[in-house]
């Protein structure tokens, strides 16, 4: 079970760009790289997915360099309403979830005027 | 309408109770997790399902336990509730094979046990 690494908090300003780092050295073969975002008081929301190289959806982009022991999501532009908690998961999306899937404590993103 | 729902939102209820939480939903995903969720702290899984007929302990399952009446429906009770039970309490779907770390949260439930 791969574990991973995430800075406990970090802080920024609107229309900043957010990268926050994750390590996972340990990973699998067969693992994916999830993040997730969690509002105060509310579950958390699947944000993105990826494997290798760079995934992009329309809020985020991940970025997963070729040894895979780490990943970066980055935010682009952040504004308040991103001030969030951000989770890294890592597992095997095909034989995993259950008790494999294991949400850390994450990030603390607050991002500021 | 919300794909995953969950019964009750709010719920003040006395130590030695039993006490249910339901969760619904309409994604028609054979997998479903109960999770809790503690001030400060990430999530920790309680039990979870992967169809009707499948039921897992997860890592803190002592004190609850679950029923899956059918592939939308899944139920999670405090049999004898005490207040170190006092959490917010997140329900879960996901697809089978490649939708397992894609997963789908209700809006939880603040169980406050007194």
């Known amino acids: 079970l791969a574990k991973t690494t995430q800075p406990i908090s970090m802080d920024s300003y609107e229309g900043q760009e957010v990268n926050i780092t994750c390590s996972h050295n340990?990973?699998?073969?067969?693992?994916?790289i999830t993040w997730y975002q969690q509002f105060p008081s509310q579950g958390p929301r699947f944000i993105i997915q990826?494997?290798?190289t760079k995934v992009t959806n329309e809020v985020a982009s991940l970025f997963i360099p070729a040894d895979r022991k780490s990943s970066t999501l980055s935010l682009p532009r952040v504004s308040l309403s991103d001030t969030a908690v951000y989770y890294c998961?890592?597992?095997?999306?095909?034989?995993?979830?259950?008790?494999?899937?294991?949400f850390g404590t994450g990030t603390q993103l607050k991002v500021e005027l | 309408d919300a794909d995953v729902t969950q019964t009750p939102r709010n719920r003040i209820t006395k130590t030695g109770k039993r006490i249910m939480l339901e969760c619904s939903q309409t994604?028609?995903?054979?997998?479903m997790y109960w999770y809790r969720q503690d001030p400060g702290l990430g999530l920790r899984l309680i039990y979870y399902?992967?169809?009707?007929?499948?039921?897992n302990k997860g890592e803190i399952s002592d004190g609850y336990s679950v029923s899956r009446q059918a592939q939308a429906k899944f139920s999670l009770s405090l049999e004898s509730a005490i207040p170190n039970q006092t959490a917010l309490y997140f329900c879960?779907?996901?697809?089978?094979?490649?939708?397992?770390?894609?997963?789908?949260f209700g809006p939880g439930t603040r169980l406050t046990v007194t």
């Open positions: 994604k028609g995903h054979d997998r």
């Open positions: 879960a779907t996901s697809a089978g094979s490649s939708g397992a770390y894609e997963q789908y």
């Open positions: 340990n990973i699998a073969t067969n693992d994916y």
């Open positions: 399902s992967f169809d009707v007929k499948d039921i």
């Open positions: 990826g494997y290798k």
């Open positions: 998961l890592v597992g095997d999306i095909l034989t995993g979830g259950g008790n494999k899937l294991t």
